[in-house]
């Protein structure tokens, strides 16, 4: 008997148990802090032409949408007469896989009854990588690592011992790197298991015809979607602060019908610095923009992400070209999303928020004993942190909360184990929400001092410093980042920088963008503000001109 | 003579089960929202009279409720401050710093329990090692005290950071406020829930607080109440961890009562894996809007230090508020019998988390109820006898569930009522199996060698499709299955557990050090337990909670003594290589082992579960009614015999398809699976041979 439409759905459903115990393997075994604290990684099924039918909804947007392209480039390079049963092939190329080498790509191959019927595939970030550790400051991206390209890891069930060896002799972290290597391996069989198990079931040996269901239904409610969206060409420039210059990123959307086409020529060109972007990398964060504000309830899948057609042009600092550094791409990756959604609300009045701090602000912190005779032990430690989201038409930004992003903070007293640190403070950033009808989330502020015996350095990667998240519909901006010393001595936001014991390092996170005009906002939100210490007393009377 | 009565607060109904030695009484009324303790009482009333017990021959009586669930959940609780750490002020605010929905560009956070100018920071500072870094001055203590009263708070919640690694700062602040303020009530995050992680510890002193005055009161009322009706039998709380507790300890903790009701449960069926010699088994409990699935190994129920409370978002994870209290392990998901189905934007069939509830329920009920339910795709599906549904006090009309079916459902599918109410319930199916089977690979378990034990109203509808899918070949339905957590509350042993948060390394192990705080921990422990058990053997038991250093995750180590030798180090990591390699299927070389929290459980010893034999002879059912059902794994109409359960008696064996009818629910027997009468009442039900 042939599949219903219900039982083409009941597998759906499982597909989804199926990857979230693959993502959830992964997460579980994983050394790297970015995969189990805060949900680095994607993990997901694809069929035999490379199209992503199911995802774990675990994970980041840049990932997700990443590895969904990753697949078919390890299927042209590998050849489809050269997979076999017990294959698993690996890559960190930064233009295949999902953006800079500190991301290996797994893929394992999935057989049924001998016959070659889909692809597992699992992402997950490194501890180390080897070149010079996670940061900007590489002028190649010969220098930011170990690049493996697309590779068999194992043929046939037997792992290439050859490219375990050069792994563990170009990484800082051998046996952390390759057992994270492992767990991806692990996660894809996790994975094949299940699926083997529903295959089982439901009585059939391929996923051809579940595959083509679940695309087409896909496909057809999302450009469903994008054909309610007005037709027309939308421009949108955002500058921000980038590295060495300031970038300006600049995007068109041309919607027609059910197509949407966003093209980011017009953006400014490479850096120096690993702070470019791998246009895969583009791509995944502007088609996360486009979905959410579009066909939110759309799960992710080819089928849902083939109708936004994204591009940038060769050689900008959103499509950077070989040998370029990439090792930072997050940062202006994570502001992608709010100039396409700028674009957008030309389009969609009503549904895009405002912009936002949007780019984490994650601190690497290196400590070291002052005195290096002392004998004390350094240590790594890392911190991830948000600033304020922009305000939304109907509803306040959301504080201190990482949005496009989808990771987490660690607890701090957890943090204060694994280094000789103290976190002053970790709250709040009163009065940096931008002010509107509705207003921005609030950004952090965060205060790191070395503990007795200790300096630190901190590596600098913090944007909206010196270009604030905007406002919308005459929302104001939301307050700039900052970074300096509690002594008020200002420090650069960009590049590792010594803080000596004694000294105190500040970090102002920005807040969000407000939403409508401040005079609109209801007397009783500002006075809620107020009474909760958000706003100040200066600034209700001022912005919002509450004056008792 | 032993007369104890349990007795289980739920959101709809208060379920009373009294035991005495010629046997059990139970009953179900109705929870009064307003005054508790009254349901309480009726119900007390009612198993006594039904028992032919006298009011002053009960000798115990033990409660358990969802009470301070609720209150949390409806923000039911007192007028709360919180005092932390200065620079800390927004933990519970900021949360984990991410969203729990990804493409949700609209999401809304769930307020903190205590709003933000109510949140009262002080100056100090202890590290991670417990060295006071900032001295707390009794000027900034009088300064807090002085806050509070001008604040007119009921209760205050104290959290500190690093507080379980030297308490001494809460505990100045603590004394400080009672002393000033006596009628405040106080809560320390160093003696709620002494253990490392700001967020959950704050937010399960906050919760402590929140509830502290209610709980208090209700309990003194209800303890009022009793003895002013006659019975004096001392009352004692049933509590998350699946042990007993004096009412004194609960009016202080009351976090510690938290999902005690569903923890009953657990313990019900613990109780059933004894009796029927099963060593891994999987408790299922589904109600009306939620299902509740628990794993059972050697009897015990998995335990865990965590737990997410009132999740807002569609049941998601992270949309809640995670607390840290010792609780019996449970995935709850928002799939019930008044669950909701519709059709997606993408011709998708999507049952829950919304419900019906019971009111105004499913379609069927005829109660102004108007969406298909999965209730009403039973009932469409002949699981369901329209006149015998809650022993007929409540008709359930097929045509008003056919009628909402087909206009949800059925008309956009393209397909007939059948097929669509198989699909609802094809689909709550497959939702509960796929949230069984993450659970059991989460603790590195395979499903397939579980044994399922199914209870609450709608488990025993679904529980053989269940087992089908997941590949579970036996499934045991206890009777009074629908007073669960009450019986499961008899069967409890006193216990706590004492926990903290005491950071050490394998490679830097002192172990005396160690000792010296389990003997704290165990000490504290036995204070508790010797409340209501007196100096009655107990036993102990030690769960260290460790990891390789630079993992994020804990993993358990449970050792069966509280005090360690000299070899503990090696012994340690031993344990937790074991552990490991158990849950992931490799140890990692060359990296050290740290532990982090430390928890030791002191319990009484329970009588051991009375083993019921297999029945000697099996004897097929004889003539019965036959009723027409929709077999799920065959995918088809089929013929089932019906039968009443009362009219079962040990041994005989009714094979599938067939419905086995009682007033609180029926028993379907998928036709790939065969039941027999247990001895105790019990049905085992297994996959048929040729099936297997």
Known sequence: MSPSSIDYQIMWNRLIAVVEEQATTLIRTAFSTSVREAGDLSAGLFDRQARMIAQAVTGTPGHVNAMAESVGHFVAEIGAQSIFEGDVYITNDPWKGTGHLHDITMVTPVFRKGVHIGFFAGTAHVVDIGGRGFGPDAGEVFEEGLLIPISKFAEQGQVNDFLLKIVRENVRTP???????????????????????????????????????????????????????????????????????????????????????????????????????????????????????????????????????????????????????????????????????????????DTVPA?????????????????????????????????????????????????????????????????????????????????????????????????????????????????????????????????????????????RQLVRNGERLRLSLPGGGGYGPPEDRERKRVEDDLRAGLISAQDAKEIYGFDD | MSVRIGVDIGGTFTDAALEHPGGLATTKVLTDYAEPEAAILKAIR????????????????????????????ERRGARTAFITTEGFRDVIEMRSENR???????????????????????????????????????????????????????????????????????????AALIEALPGVSVSLSSVVSPQMRELPRFNTVIANAYVQPRVADYLGRLTARLAETGISAPVFLFHSGGGLISVETAAQQPVRLLESGPAGGAIFAAGYAQAHGVEKA???????????????????????????????????????????????????????????????????????????????????????????????????????????????????????SLAVID??????????????????TEMVDENMANAARVHTVEHGRDIEHFTMIAFGGGAPLHASRLCEKLGIKRLIVPPGAGVGSAIGFLRAPFSYEATRGFYQRLDAFDVAAVNAVLTELRAEALAFVSEGAGDAAVEERLTVFMRYVGQGWEIPVVLESASLEAGAPEDLRARFEAAYQELFGRIIEGLEVEATNWAVNVSTQVADVKRVDAPAGLSPVGDSETRSIFD???????????????????????????????????????????AVMQADGALLISRKESAA
């Open chain 2, 46 to 73: 009612i198993v006594c009279e039904e028992a032919g017990v006298a009011f002053d021959d009960v000798t115990q009586i033990i409660h358990g409720t969802t009470l301070v669930t609720n209150a949390l959940i």
């Open chain 1, 355 to 495: 912009e936002g701090a949007s780019a984490l602000w994650n601190i690497q912190i290196s400590a070291r004993a002052s005195d290096p005779e002392s004998g004390l032990p350094s240590a790594e430690v890392l911190m991830f942190n948000s600033g304020g989201t922009g305000a939304r038409p109907t509803l306040d930004g959301l504080s201190a909360t990482a949005f496009p992003s989808g990771v987490s903070t660690m607890s701090v007293e957890a943090t204060e184990h694994v280094g000789p640190i103290v976190v002053w403070r970790k709250d709040l950033r009163e009065g940096s929400g931008g002010a509107g009808a509705r207003r921005g989330g609030l950004g952090q502020i965060i205060e790191i001092e070395a503990r007795d015996g200790y300096d630190f350095y901190f590596n600098a990667m913090f944007d909206r410093v010196d270009h604030p998240a905007r406002g919308r519909n005459g929302g104001r901006t939301g307050a700039p980042g900052g970074v300096e010393l509690a002594s008020g001595e200002k420090l650069r936001s960009k590049g």
């Open chain 1, 175 to 349: 046996d952390q790197t390759v057992g994270d290597m492992f767990s991806l391996a692990a996660c894809n069989d996790a994975g094949n298991r299940r699926l083997q198990a529903m295959l089982d079931e439901f009585d059939v040996d391929d996923i051809d015809g579940l595959s083509e269901f679940i695309l087409e239904a896909s496909r057809r409610a999302t450009r469903a979607a994008i054909a309610r969206v007005p037709d027309g060409r939308f421009d949108n420039t955002m500058q921000v602060d980038g590295y060495d210059a300031p970038v300006r990123m600049q995007v068109r959307l041309e919607i027609e019908g059910d197509r949407i086409v966003a093209d980011f020529d017009g953006t400014s060109g490479m850096s120096a610095f690993g702070v470019n972007v791998p246009e895969v990398y583009t791509r995944a964060y502007a088609c996360y923009a486009l979905k959410c504000a579009i066909a939110p309830e759309v799960p992710n899948n080819a089928g849902s992400l083939e109708p936004f057609e994204i591009t940038a042009p060769e050689g900008c600092i959103l499509a950077a070209k070989r040998p370029a550094p990439v090792s930072v791409r997050h940062v202006l990756g994570h502001l992608v999303p709010d100039v396409v959604l700028g674009a957008l609300h030309a389009a969609l009045p």
């Open chain 2, 100 to 174: 729990f929905e990804q493409y949700d560009l609209n999401l809304v956070l769930p307020a903190p329990l205590v709003p933000r100018e109510d949140r009262l920071v002080a100056r100090e500072r202890v590290a991670a090692n417990g060295d006071v870094l900032l001295e707390l001055s009794d000027a900034d203590i009088a300064r807090l005290v002085e806050a509070v009263r001008d604040g007119g708070y009921e209760a205050v919640a104290v959290g500190f950071m690093h507080a379980y690694a030297n308490p001494d700062h809460e505990r100045r602040m603590g």
């Open chain 2, 282 to 400: 999987l408790s299922f409990d589904m109600g009306g809007t939620t299902a509740k699935i628990c794993m059972v190994e050697g009897g015990a129920p998995k335990s865990a230090n965590t737990f997410e409370i009132a999740r807002t978002y569609r049941f998601k994870k992270g949309s809640g508020m995670t607390v840290s209290t010792p609780v019996v392990e449970m995935v709850e998901i928002g799939a019930g019998g008044g669950s909701i189905a519709s059709v997606d934007a993408l011709g998708r069939i999507q049952v829950g988390p919304k419900s019906a509830g019971s009111e105004p329920g499913p379609a069927c009920y005829q109660r102004g109820g108007d969406a298909p339910t999965v209730t009403d795709a039973n009932l469409t599906l002949g699981r369901l006898d329209p006149d015998g549904f809650a022993g007929g006090k409540i008709p359930l009309d097929p045509d008003a």
């Open chain 2, 407 to 424: 206009r949800d459902l059925s008309v956009p599918l393209g397909v007939d009522g059948t097929e669509a109410a198989f699909g609802v």
């Open chain 2, 632 to 674: 799920a794994g065959l995918r088809a109409r089929v013929d089932a015999v019906e039968v009443r359960r009362d009219d079962l008696s040990a041994g005989m064996a009714v094979s599938g398809p067939a419905v086995i009818t009682e007033n609180e629910t029926s028993t379907i027997i998928a036709a790939s699976y065969a």
